[in-house]
């Protein structure tokens, strides 16, 4: 009876160690480092570097791609598949048997492998800091748009008197994170889009295809709550914004590679430039339990998608996120990537500005105050992918009505960082002075965000002059009044600083006699006011 026993055992071991398992291995370093840094187009385009010394954020070794080798080492190991990868987190996300993929232990490149199902995680686990650190650092011409039935989710948040000033998120790239837009290359409220070649590109990271006009509706009903056009029924928040479309959720399986994907696509919506990343996916609950997270994982920057958005803004990128529908449920509370530190968690109400008994609660497991702001998700107005204009319920909709706001408000203070606009979003919020779980800091009212911007310590760019522009010789800087000393940087087009000076006015002059002929970039700084410009060197 005890051999019988020991053999039964022996199986039941073999089974479970035998069953295909998630991971992510994770990589000690980036030998390729200091070359990349030395030529960012290489990992950025001029948009991204752009975006980055706008806000003054220097590039690192997060920026840096995964070792190729490293990649091609794991991908030629027996019985692993390679399901996705993230140069933010230096680390790819893979599939086999729990033997197989505890094997990528030994190789040399390898710092350490965290099992989806925490039950086989038997070690203590200790952040590395180099790869997953947290970075703590006159109105126009007016436009009247026939909203139709959309009107109620705009005017809620006063978003259509920022259109009225023409603040429409024209110059502002949104990334879409979602499951599938089919429909947008074909119907008509997304034909103003098309026309005006608003669509910047995408990607299918579920099926690793350039086919991004396909998979799940949810996408195309999310961005048409943004930049979806159809007179006289619905006007997205953000209609003159950009678009880049990233799926990176399979809609027939709830599995942890969905939130590698959705690093995947965060990483190229940075490496495009993009401003605000809106995504109205959750994760939580997974089909194998033992991947599933637990309230207890809602700490800020756990979850690998959190750990993700996280670094997604300290790269510069304003992250939207919706709240989760599970307010009805026994398990209410917000999910990833949502809980994250810098994430903004949107919520539902309904058209009375009243809770929507859907919409996930906080707080965060860690206290913090989540959702962040609230949006109308009860009979929302949308196209679905045949071009028909329908309403429903969701935080996925609260999301990017949300996030097609900010668009404009960031339009209007284009010299802002993700941070600043962040604030104003959330200050501008009718229960900002006494927040709860369910509202989180409430609905914003982006007239006033828009008002509070105008702060008494700003200036406009039009103090601060440089000239003349182009120049042969040298540059005068021009300080308004009150103002005594600004400290002048002058960048090349690849974001290398190549001078610095103070300049006074009495001494308002910089030469610029050795540099080439050329573009170059300048920041002006002064009393914590930034402003950035190009220079024509002829």
């Avoid at 590395?128 to 005017?155: C, M, P, R, W």
């Avoid at 399979?250 to 495009?272: I, K, L, Q, T, Y």
């Avoid at 920057?301 to 939207?320: C, E, H, K, T, Y």
């Avoid at 010299?415 to 709860?436: F, G, M």
């Amino acid at each position: 009876m005890k051999k019988i026993l020991v053999f039964c055992f022996l199986i039941s071991s073999f089974i479970s160690f035998s069953q295909v398992e998630d991971a992510w291995v994770y990589f000690k370093d980036k030998p390729d480092s200091e070359s990349c840094l030395n030529i960012p187009l290489l990992m950025l385009s001029q948009r991204a570097l752009d975006r980055r010394l706008m806000q003054n954020i220097p590039l690192d070794l997060i920026d840096v791609p995964i070792h190729q080798a490293y990649i091609n080492q794991i991908s030629s190991a027996t019985g692993i598949i390679v399901m996705a990868k993230s140069k933010w987190l230096n680390c790819v996300h893979v599939r086999g048997s729990q033997m197989d993929i505890n094997a990528l232990k030994s190789f040399s490149s390898v710092l350490r492998v965290d099992f989806a199902n925490k039950s086989l995680n038997l070690v203590s686990k200790k952040i590395h800091s180099d790869i997953i650190k947290s970075v703590n650092k006159v109105l126009a011409t007016k436009v009247d748009f026939n909203y139709g039935t959309s009107a109620e989710q705009i005017q809620m948040l006063n978003g259509h008197l920022l259109h009225q000033q023409n603040f429409t998120g024209k110059g502002i790239v949104i990334a879409v994170l979602d499951a599938g837009f089919p429909g947008v290359d074909t119907e008509l409220p997304f034909k103003k889009l098309r026309d005006n070649k608003q669509i910047l590109g995408g990607y299918n990271y579920v099926i690793k295809s350039d086919d991004f006009y396909s998979g799940d509706s949810h996408g195309t009903m999310v961005l048409s709550l943004m930049g979806g056009y159809k007179e006289g029924y619905l006007v997205g928040t953000a209609p003159e914004a950009s678009y880049y479309l990233y799926i990176t959720e399979d809609n027939d399986s709830e599995n942890p590679v969905e939130e590698s994907n959705w690093v995947e696509a965060a990483e190229e919506a940075d490496r495009v430039g993009a401003d605000i990343i809106t995504t109205s996916l959750g994760y939580f609950d997974f089909d194998n339990t033992k991947y599933s997270h637990a309230y207890s994982d809602m700490t800020g920057n756990a979850a690998f998608a959190s750990q993700g958005a996280n670094i997604a803004f300290s790269r510069g990128i304003l992250v939207v996120a919706s709240a989760g529908n599970e307010g009805g449920k026994s398990e209410k509370h917000i999910g990833v990537p949502a809980e994250a530190f810098d994430v903004l968690a949107v919520g539902a109400v309904d058209s009375n500005e009243n809770y929507a008994y859907f919409s996930s609660i906080g707080p965060s497991y860690d206290f913090r105050i989540k959702p962040d702001i609230m949006a109308q998700g009860v009979n929302s107005v949308f196209s679905d992918s045949s071009g028909n204009i329908n309403t429903g319920d969701g935080t996925s909709f609260a999301c990017p009505i949300m996030a097609g706001m900010i668009a404009c408000l960031w339009q209007a203070y284009p010299n802002k960082t993700n941070k600043e606009i962040k604030q104003l979003v959330t200050q501008s919020a009718d229960r900002y002075s006494n927040p709860n779980s369910k509202y989180g800091y409430g609905i914003p009212n982006f007239s006033l965000a828009l008002a509070n911007g105008l702060s008494v310590n700003s200036f406009s760019k039009s103090d601060f002059v440089v000239f003349p522009n182009p120049t042969s010789d040298a540059i005068s800087v021009s300080l308004p009044e009150g103002i005594d000393v600004g400290n002048t940087i002058i960048y090349s087009v690849l974001g290398r600083k190549i001078l610095e000076k103070t300049t006074t006015k009495q001494d308002p002059f910089i030469s610029l006699k050795f540099l080439n002929k050329g573009t170059y970039l300048y920041k002006i700084e002064s009393k914590g006011f930034s402003k950035y410009g190009k220079i024509i060197k002829q």
